[in-house]
Protein backbone atom coordinates (compact mmCIF):
# COMPACT_ATOMS: atom_id res chain seq x y z
CA UNK A 1 0.00 0.00 0.00
CA UNK A 2 1.01 3.65 -1.02
CA UNK A 3 0.22 6.77 0.32
CA UNK A 4 -1.83 9.37 -2.48
CA UNK A 5 -1.96 13.06 -2.58
CA UNK A 6 -4.91 15.22 -3.58
CA UNK A 7 -4.96 18.82 -3.87
CA UNK A 8 -7.16 21.62 -4.35
CA UNK A 9 -7.09 25.66 -4.66
CA UNK A 10 -8.44 28.55 -3.32
CA UNK A 11 -8.86 31.87 -6.10
CA UNK A 12 -5.65 34.08 -6.07
CA UNK A 13 -6.68 36.95 -4.00
CA UNK A 14 -4.59 40.13 -3.01
CA UNK A 15 -3.53 40.27 0.69
CA UNK A 16 -3.36 44.18 1.07
CA UNK A 17 -7.20 44.04 2.30
CA UNK A 18 -9.16 43.92 5.61
CA UNK A 19 -11.57 42.03 7.34
CA UNK A 20 -14.72 41.82 7.96
CA UNK A 21 -14.61 41.86 11.62
CA UNK A 22 -12.65 45.46 11.59
CA UNK A 23 -13.84 48.40 13.99
CA UNK A 24 -14.13 51.78 11.49
CA UNK A 25 -11.45 54.49 12.26
CA UNK A 26 -13.29 57.27 14.95
CA UNK A 27 -12.30 60.91 14.36
CA UNK A 28 -10.73 62.35 17.68
CA UNK A 29 -13.27 65.47 18.13
CA UNK A 30 -16.09 63.49 17.66
CA UNK A 31 -14.77 60.67 20.28
CA UNK A 32 -14.08 63.57 22.74
CA UNK A 33 -17.47 64.69 22.12
CA UNK A 34 -19.16 61.31 23.13
CA UNK A 35 -16.50 60.24 25.81
CA UNK A 36 -17.38 60.83 29.68
CA UNK A 37 -15.31 61.76 32.63
CA UNK A 38 -11.97 59.20 33.35
CA UNK A 39 -13.51 56.74 29.63
CA UNK A 40 -10.77 55.99 27.04
CA UNK A 41 -11.71 55.25 23.34
CA UNK A 42 -8.92 53.83 20.52
CA UNK A 43 -9.81 56.00 17.31
CA UNK A 44 -7.87 53.72 15.34
CA UNK A 45 -4.29 51.14 14.83
CA UNK A 46 -3.06 51.31 12.08
CA UNK A 47 1.57 50.18 11.33
CA UNK A 48 3.35 52.12 11.56
CA UNK A 49 4.91 51.26 8.45
CA UNK A 50 4.15 48.49 6.21
CA UNK A 51 3.95 44.90 7.44
CA UNK A 52 6.76 42.86 6.21
CA UNK A 53 7.44 39.29 6.70
CA UNK A 54 9.59 38.20 9.11
CA UNK A 55 10.79 41.86 10.26
CA UNK A 56 10.08 43.62 13.51
CA UNK A 57 7.09 45.92 12.94
CA UNK A 58 4.81 48.50 15.32
CA UNK A 59 1.28 49.40 15.38
CA UNK A 60 0.75 52.69 16.68
CA UNK A 61 -2.64 52.90 18.86
CA UNK A 62 -4.10 56.34 18.76
CA UNK A 63 -6.13 57.20 21.60
CA UNK A 64 -8.40 59.53 23.09
CA UNK A 65 -9.69 60.62 26.94
CA UNK A 66 -7.54 58.66 28.73
CA UNK A 67 -5.06 59.70 31.94
CA UNK A 68 -2.89 58.11 34.33
CA UNK A 69 -1.43 55.04 34.26
CA UNK A 70 -2.21 52.09 31.60
CA UNK A 71 -1.68 48.68 29.67
CA UNK A 72 -1.99 48.56 25.99
CA UNK A 73 -2.21 44.72 24.89
CA UNK A 74 -2.25 43.46 21.51
CA UNK A 75 -3.81 39.66 20.89
CA UNK A 76 -2.55 38.75 17.61
CA UNK A 77 -4.16 36.34 15.32
CA UNK A 78 -2.27 34.55 12.71
CA UNK A 79 -1.74 30.97 10.60
CA UNK A 80 -0.23 30.01 13.76
CA UNK A 81 -0.94 29.93 17.99
CA UNK A 82 -2.42 33.58 18.76
CA UNK A 83 0.07 35.88 21.13
CA UNK A 84 -0.44 39.09 23.42
CA UNK A 85 2.27 41.57 23.42
CA UNK A 86 1.99 43.91 26.09
CA UNK A 87 3.70 47.56 26.75
CA UNK A 88 2.09 50.01 29.66
CA UNK A 89 0.97 53.72 28.68
CA UNK A 90 1.81 56.83 30.83
CA UNK A 91 0.73 60.57 30.06
CA UNK A 92 3.25 61.13 27.92
CA UNK A 93 1.25 59.05 25.62
CA UNK A 94 -2.06 60.29 26.29
CA UNK A 95 -0.64 63.88 25.68
CA UNK A 96 0.47 63.21 22.32
CA UNK A 97 -2.78 61.33 21.47
CA UNK A 98 -0.89 57.83 20.60
CA UNK A 99 0.84 54.92 21.63
CA UNK A 100 3.34 52.37 19.65
CA UNK A 101 3.33 49.17 20.24
CA UNK A 102 6.49 47.12 19.47
CA UNK A 103 6.74 43.69 17.55
CA UNK A 104 10.23 42.56 18.03
CA UNK A 105 12.07 39.90 15.67
CA UNK A 106 10.89 37.14 18.01
CA UNK A 107 6.84 38.46 17.51
CA UNK A 108 7.44 38.92 13.63
CA UNK A 109 4.41 37.26 11.41
CA UNK A 110 4.77 35.31 8.32
CA UNK A 111 2.85 36.81 4.48
CA UNK A 112 -0.71 36.53 4.52
CA UNK A 113 -3.51 38.41 7.06
CA UNK A 114 -2.97 38.67 10.63
CA UNK A 115 -5.78 40.35 13.08
CA UNK A 116 -4.75 42.27 16.38
CA UNK A 117 -7.39 42.85 18.68
CA UNK A 118 -6.34 45.51 21.04
CA UNK A 119 -7.33 46.58 24.32
CA UNK A 120 -6.34 49.83 26.39
CA UNK A 121 -6.91 49.41 30.22
CA UNK A 122 -5.92 52.86 32.48
CA UNK A 123 -6.27 54.13 35.88
CA UNK A 124 -9.72 54.63 36.59
CA UNK A 125 -10.48 51.09 35.34
CA UNK A 126 -11.64 52.32 31.57
CA UNK A 127 -11.25 50.24 28.96
CA UNK A 128 -11.49 50.44 25.04
CA UNK A 129 -10.79 47.97 22.50
CA UNK A 130 -10.53 47.93 18.56
CA UNK A 131 -9.67 45.51 16.12
CA UNK A 132 -7.85 45.55 12.44
CA UNK A 133 -6.73 43.34 10.29
CA UNK A 134 -3.22 44.57 8.35
CA UNK A 135 -1.60 42.54 5.33
CA UNK A 136 1.70 41.08 6.33
CA UNK A 137 3.36 41.55 2.97
CA UNK A 138 6.55 39.08 2.14
CA UNK A 139 9.73 40.20 2.40
CA UNK A 140 10.97 37.72 -0.34
CA UNK A 141 10.09 38.09 -4.19
CA UNK A 142 8.84 34.49 -3.99
CA UNK A 143 8.13 31.96 -1.44
CA UNK A 144 6.00 29.03 -0.06
CA UNK A 145 5.03 28.17 3.08
CA UNK A 146 3.37 25.23 4.52
CA UNK A 147 0.90 25.10 8.10
CA UNK A 148 -1.43 22.97 9.32
CA UNK A 149 -5.14 23.31 7.89
CA UNK A 150 -8.24 24.08 9.12
CA UNK A 151 -7.01 26.76 11.76
CA UNK A 152 -5.83 23.25 14.16
CA UNK A 153 -3.34 25.30 16.01
CA UNK A 154 -3.33 23.58 19.67
CA UNK A 155 0.56 22.59 20.31
CA UNK A 156 3.38 22.84 18.43
CA UNK A 157 3.14 24.40 14.95
CA UNK A 158 2.89 21.23 13.09
CA UNK A 159 0.70 19.19 10.43
CA UNK A 160 -1.52 16.96 12.47
CA UNK A 161 -1.61 12.91 10.84
CA UNK A 162 -5.01 12.17 12.15
CA UNK A 163 -6.16 8.10 12.12
CA UNK A 164 -9.30 7.49 10.56
CA UNK A 165 -10.66 3.86 10.53
CA UNK A 166 -6.91 1.74 9.17
CA UNK A 167 -5.13 5.01 7.19
CA UNK A 168 -3.83 8.00 8.42
CA UNK A 169 -4.86 11.57 6.99
CA UNK A 170 -2.86 14.59 6.89
CA UNK A 171 -3.76 18.07 5.36
CA UNK A 172 -1.87 20.57 4.90
CA UNK A 173 -2.13 23.98 3.25
CA UNK A 174 0.01 25.46 1.16
CA UNK A 175 0.61 29.91 0.69
CA UNK A 176 2.61 30.79 -1.86
CA UNK A 177 4.07 34.76 -1.14
CA UNK A 178 4.68 36.56 -4.03
CA UNK A 179 6.35 40.38 -3.25
CA UNK A 180 6.95 41.43 -6.47
CA UNK A 181 5.59 43.64 -8.87
CA UNK A 182 5.50 41.17 -11.61
CA UNK A 183 3.14 38.02 -11.62
CA UNK A 184 4.41 34.56 -11.15
CA UNK A 185 2.76 31.63 -13.14
CA UNK A 186 3.60 27.85 -11.73
CA UNK A 187 3.49 24.87 -12.89
CA UNK A 188 0.40 23.02 -11.10
CA UNK A 189 2.05 19.24 -10.62
CA UNK A 190 4.05 19.14 -7.25
CA UNK A 191 6.53 16.76 -5.68
CA UNK A 192 6.30 15.76 -2.07
CA UNK A 193 8.48 14.07 0.25
CA UNK A 194 8.17 12.69 3.88
CA UNK A 195 11.44 12.22 6.20
CA UNK A 196 12.14 10.58 9.20
CA UNK A 197 14.51 12.80 10.64
CA UNK A 198 15.47 16.18 8.67
CA UNK A 199 14.84 17.09 5.17
CA UNK A 200 17.84 15.51 2.71
CA UNK A 201 19.70 14.23 5.73
CA UNK A 202 17.02 11.70 7.24
CA UNK A 203 15.91 8.38 6.02
CA UNK A 204 12.97 8.99 2.84
CA UNK A 205 9.95 7.42 3.72
CA UNK A 206 7.70 8.10 0.67
CA UNK A 207 7.48 10.16 -1.93
CA UNK A 208 5.10 11.03 -5.16
CA UNK A 209 4.05 13.41 -7.59
CA UNK A 210 0.52 15.23 -7.57
CA UNK A 211 -1.49 18.08 -9.37
CA UNK A 212 -3.28 21.44 -8.47
CA UNK A 213 -6.74 21.34 -10.27
CA UNK A 214 -6.53 25.07 -12.03
CA UNK A 215 -3.71 26.89 -13.32
CA UNK A 216 -1.92 28.93 -10.98
CA UNK A 217 -0.74 32.72 -11.09
CA UNK A 218 0.21 34.05 -8.29
CA UNK A 219 -0.46 37.72 -8.85
CA UNK A 220 1.69 41.06 -7.52
CA UNK A 221 1.83 41.79 -3.66
CA UNK A 222 -0.79 38.63 -3.78
CA UNK A 223 -0.50 35.30 -2.06
CA UNK A 224 -1.89 32.10 -3.56
CA UNK A 225 -3.27 29.60 -1.44
CA UNK A 226 -3.96 25.42 -1.79
CA UNK A 227 -4.35 22.04 0.18
CA UNK A 228 -2.62 18.84 -0.24
CA UNK A 229 -4.56 15.86 1.71
CA UNK A 230 -2.60 12.68 1.99
CA UNK A 231 -4.00 9.49 2.45
CA UNK A 232 -1.82 6.66 3.93
CA UNK A 233 -3.24 3.55 4.57
CA UNK A 234 -1.80 0.46 6.40
CA UNK A 235 1.22 -0.99 5.12
CA UNK A 236 2.54 2.25 3.98
CA UNK A 237 6.14 3.53 4.72
CA UNK A 238 4.24 7.06 6.32
CA UNK A 239 1.76 4.92 8.27
CA UNK A 240 4.33 2.14 10.02
CA UNK A 241 6.65 5.09 10.97
CA UNK A 242 3.09 6.88 12.70
CA UNK A 243 2.30 3.92 14.22
CA UNK A 244 6.06 3.68 15.63
CA UNK A 245 5.49 7.14 17.26
CA UNK A 246 8.16 8.57 15.29
CA UNK A 247 7.31 11.99 13.63
CA UNK A 248 8.12 13.04 10.10
CA UNK A 249 9.21 15.92 7.84
CA UNK A 250 7.16 16.68 4.53
CA UNK A 251 8.78 18.60 2.03
CA UNK A 252 6.52 20.39 -1.29
CA UNK A 253 8.10 21.21 -4.18
CA UNK A 254 6.68 23.41 -6.89
CA UNK A 255 8.40 24.83 -10.31
CA UNK A 256 7.77 28.25 -12.18
CA UNK A 257 6.94 28.24 -15.72
CA UNK A 258 9.33 30.01 -16.60
CA UNK A 259 11.89 27.58 -14.71
CA UNK A 260 13.24 27.53 -11.49
CA UNK A 261 11.86 25.42 -7.91
CA UNK A 262 10.53 26.88 -4.79
CA UNK A 263 10.00 24.30 -1.75
CA UNK A 264 8.95 24.49 2.15
CA UNK A 265 8.65 21.84 4.32
CA UNK A 266 6.84 21.49 7.93
CA UNK A 267 7.13 18.48 10.90
CA UNK A 268 3.99 15.94 10.83
CA UNK A 269 3.15 14.69 13.88
CA UNK A 270 0.42 12.85 15.89
CA UNK A 271 -1.85 14.38 18.50
CA UNK A 272 -1.58 11.73 21.59
CA UNK A 273 -3.86 11.53 24.26
CA UNK A 274 -3.62 9.74 28.30
CA UNK A 275 -6.22 9.99 30.57
CA UNK A 276 -6.80 10.95 34.27
CA UNK A 277 -9.23 9.65 37.02
CA UNK A 278 -9.40 13.20 39.20
CA UNK A 279 -10.57 11.95 42.39
CA UNK A 280 -11.41 13.95 45.44
CA UNK A 281 -10.81 12.41 48.55
CA UNK A 282 -13.75 13.24 50.83
CA UNK A 283 -15.85 14.86 48.50
CA UNK A 284 -17.52 16.48 51.27
CA UNK A 285 -14.75 18.13 52.23
CA UNK A 286 -14.39 20.00 48.97
CA UNK A 287 -16.90 23.55 48.45
CA UNK A 288 -18.72 24.27 45.57
CA UNK A 289 -16.23 26.66 44.73
CA UNK A 290 -13.31 24.44 44.86
CA UNK A 291 -14.61 21.55 42.71
CA UNK A 292 -15.09 24.52 40.52
CA UNK A 293 -11.44 25.78 40.89
CA UNK A 294 -10.24 22.11 41.09
CA UNK A 295 -11.35 21.47 37.27
CA UNK A 296 -10.43 24.74 36.13
CA UNK A 297 -6.96 23.16 37.50
CA UNK A 298 -7.06 20.02 35.36
CA UNK A 299 -7.45 22.62 32.43
CA UNK A 300 -4.43 24.09 33.29
CA UNK A 301 -2.53 20.70 33.13
CA UNK A 302 -4.24 19.54 30.04
CA UNK A 303 -3.20 23.00 28.33
CA UNK A 304 0.18 22.51 29.42
CA UNK A 305 0.82 19.24 27.94
CA UNK A 306 -1.70 20.08 24.83
CA UNK A 307 1.30 22.34 24.14
CA UNK A 308 3.37 19.24 23.39
CA UNK A 309 0.89 17.85 21.31
CA UNK A 310 -0.13 15.41 24.03
CA UNK A 311 -4.22 15.89 25.15
CA UNK A 312 -5.68 14.69 28.35
CA UNK A 313 -9.26 13.24 28.83
CA UNK A 314 -10.47 13.13 32.21
CA UNK A 315 -13.15 10.60 34.52
CA UNK A 316 -14.60 13.09 37.09
CA UNK A 317 -14.75 10.44 40.58
CA UNK A 318 -15.41 10.62 44.16
CA UNK A 319 -14.32 9.11 47.59
CA UNK A 320 -17.07 9.95 50.40
CA UNK A 321 -15.53 11.38 53.89
CA UNK A 322 -17.19 8.24 55.42
CA UNK A 323 -15.38 5.83 52.97
CA UNK A 324 -12.19 8.01 53.04
CA UNK A 325 -11.60 7.84 56.77
CA UNK A 326 -7.65 8.77 57.43
CA UNK A 327 -7.20 9.21 53.73
CA UNK A 328 -8.40 12.82 54.23
CA UNK A 329 -5.34 13.60 55.70
CA UNK A 330 -1.95 12.26 54.14
CA UNK A 331 0.95 12.31 56.73
CA UNK A 332 3.00 9.41 55.22
CA UNK A 333 4.51 7.91 52.10
CA UNK A 334 3.50 4.81 53.09
CA UNK A 335 -0.34 6.02 54.04
CA UNK A 336 -0.30 7.36 50.30
CA UNK A 337 0.85 4.18 49.03
CA UNK A 338 -1.82 2.30 51.06
CA UNK A 339 -4.20 4.81 49.22
CA UNK A 340 -3.32 3.85 45.86
CA UNK A 341 -3.28 0.20 46.98
CA UNK A 342 -6.51 0.15 48.66
CA UNK A 343 -8.74 2.46 46.09
CA UNK A 344 -8.66 2.46 42.75
CA UNK A 345 -10.42 4.15 38.87
CA UNK A 346 -12.36 1.79 37.05
CA UNK A 347 -10.50 -0.81 34.62
CA UNK A 348 -9.71 2.28 31.66
CA UNK A 349 -6.01 2.72 31.26
CA UNK A 350 -6.60 6.46 33.05
CA UNK A 351 -4.17 7.37 35.72
CA UNK A 352 -5.40 7.73 39.39
CA UNK A 353 -5.17 11.28 40.88
CA UNK A 354 -6.24 11.69 44.66
CA UNK A 355 -6.85 15.47 45.14
CA UNK A 356 -6.71 15.17 49.35
CA UNK A 357 -7.60 17.98 51.31
CA UNK A 358 -4.51 17.98 53.28
CA UNK A 359 -0.67 16.92 52.92
CA UNK A 360 1.40 17.45 56.47
CA UNK A 361 4.42 16.58 58.23
CA UNK A 362 5.97 15.03 54.82
CA UNK A 363 8.05 17.45 53.01
CA UNK A 364 5.67 17.11 50.35
CA UNK A 365 2.49 18.27 48.24
CA UNK A 366 2.45 15.62 45.84
CA UNK A 367 3.87 12.05 45.38
CA UNK A 368 3.81 9.97 41.92
CA UNK A 369 3.84 6.04 42.68
CA UNK A 370 6.61 5.46 40.64
CA UNK A 371 8.94 6.81 37.77
CA UNK A 372 7.22 5.58 35.47
CA UNK A 373 3.99 4.57 37.11
CA UNK A 374 2.45 1.37 36.27
CA UNK A 375 0.26 0.62 33.47
CA UNK A 376 -2.39 -1.68 36.05
CA UNK A 377 -4.04 -0.14 38.74
CA UNK A 378 -3.13 -2.74 40.84
CA UNK A 379 -0.05 -2.45 43.79
CA UNK A 380 1.44 0.10 45.90
CA UNK A 381 3.20 2.45 42.77
CA UNK A 382 -0.57 3.15 40.88
CA UNK A 383 -1.11 6.84 41.71
CA UNK A 384 0.16 10.05 42.16
CA UNK A 385 -1.80 12.19 44.99
CA UNK A 386 -1.43 15.84 45.13
CA UNK A 387 -2.45 18.35 48.22
CA UNK A 388 -5.84 19.99 47.26
CA UNK A 389 -3.48 23.51 47.67
CA UNK A 390 -6.36 25.97 48.80
CA UNK A 391 -6.47 29.10 50.62
CA UNK A 392 -9.28 31.18 51.99
CA UNK A 393 -9.90 35.19 50.27
CA UNK A 394 -10.69 38.31 52.31
CA UNK A 395 -14.09 37.69 52.22
CA UNK A 396 -14.06 34.04 53.91
CA UNK A 397 -14.64 31.89 50.50
CA UNK A 398 -12.26 29.30 50.37
CA UNK A 399 -10.62 28.79 46.66
CA UNK A 400 -8.16 26.37 45.02
CA UNK A 401 -4.91 27.77 43.95
CA UNK A 402 -6.12 26.98 40.60
CA UNK A 403 -2.46 27.45 38.21
CA UNK A 404 -0.87 25.97 41.00
CA UNK A 405 -2.62 22.99 41.83
CA UNK A 406 -2.46 22.20 37.66
CA UNK A 407 1.11 22.82 37.80
CA UNK A 408 1.12 20.28 40.65
CA UNK A 409 -1.07 17.48 39.03
CA UNK A 410 0.98 18.15 35.73
CA UNK A 411 4.24 17.32 37.76
CA UNK A 412 3.22 14.69 39.48
CA UNK A 413 1.87 12.83 36.29
CA UNK A 414 4.58 14.24 34.59
CA UNK A 415 6.92 11.76 36.78
CA UNK A 416 4.32 8.64 36.10
CA UNK A 417 4.64 9.03 32.47
CA UNK A 418 8.09 8.39 32.73
CA UNK A 419 9.72 11.83 33.68
CA UNK A 420 12.69 12.56 35.78
CA UNK A 421 13.51 16.05 37.57
CA UNK A 422 15.54 18.45 35.64
CA UNK A 423 17.38 22.11 36.14
CA UNK A 424 15.99 23.24 33.07
CA UNK A 425 14.70 27.04 33.86
CA UNK A 426 10.48 27.15 33.07
CA UNK A 427 10.29 22.91 33.39
CA UNK A 428 7.26 21.53 34.58
CA UNK A 429 9.56 19.03 35.93
CA UNK A 430 12.01 21.32 38.22
CA UNK A 431 12.36 19.41 42.14
CA UNK A 432 10.67 22.53 43.40
CA UNK A 433 8.96 23.63 40.22
CA UNK A 434 6.23 26.71 40.56
CA UNK A 435 3.24 28.13 39.32
CA UNK A 436 4.95 29.88 35.84
CA UNK A 437 6.89 26.07 35.51
CA UNK A 438 4.73 24.49 33.02
CA UNK A 439 7.39 24.00 29.88
CA UNK A 440 7.86 20.10 28.71
CA UNK A 441 11.19 20.07 25.82
CA UNK A 442 10.48 17.64 22.85
CA UNK A 443 13.75 15.58 23.89
CA UNK A 444 13.65 13.56 25.63
CA UNK A 445 10.37 14.87 27.46
CA UNK A 446 8.25 14.15 24.80
CA UNK A 447 9.80 11.60 23.25
CA UNK A 448 9.53 9.42 26.99
CA UNK A 449 6.06 10.53 27.93
CA UNK A 450 4.50 9.39 24.42
CA UNK A 451 6.01 5.60 25.01
CA UNK A 452 3.74 5.40 28.41
CA UNK A 453 2.18 2.11 27.63
CA UNK A 454 -0.84 4.33 28.56
CA UNK A 455 -0.53 6.95 26.10
CA UNK A 456 -2.75 6.39 22.92
CA UNK A 457 -2.45 8.14 19.82
CA UNK A 458 -5.52 10.32 19.91
ZN1 LIG B 1 8.88 15.83 41.43
Known sequence: METTASAGQSPDRPINRYGPLDSPPVEAEE???RLAPGQVAILDVQPVERVMSDQPFQLRVRLAGGTGEGVVSVLTHWAGTPFVVERRIGADDHDRGYADVEFTADQSLPPGPATFTVGVIVESGAQADFTVSVAVLPSNPFSMRLSPRDNFVTGTFSVRAVKSGNSYQINMTVTLSNGDAAAVAMRQDFRWEFWDGPVGGGTLVEQGTG???????VGAHSTWEGW?????????GIFNKLEGREDLAVR????????GTV??????????SYGLNITRVGAESFTNEEYTDLYRAV???RTIYERRDVTVAVDRRFISNASAGGFTVITSETEARDLFEQWSGPDNGFIDVFVVPSISGTGFDGLAGAIPGPTSHDGRNSGVVVDKSG????????????????MLIGHEVGHYLGLVHVSEAGNLMLSS????????????????IIRHGWVRIA
Open 31 to 33: ARG
Open 211 to 217: GFPDPIT
Open 228 to 236: IAFNSPSGS
Open 252 to 259: IIMTRQSG
Open 263 to 272: EAQITVRTMF
Open 299 to 301: DVT
Open 391 to 406: FVDGAGVRHLNVAYLG
Open 433 to 448: STATDTNLNYDPQYRT
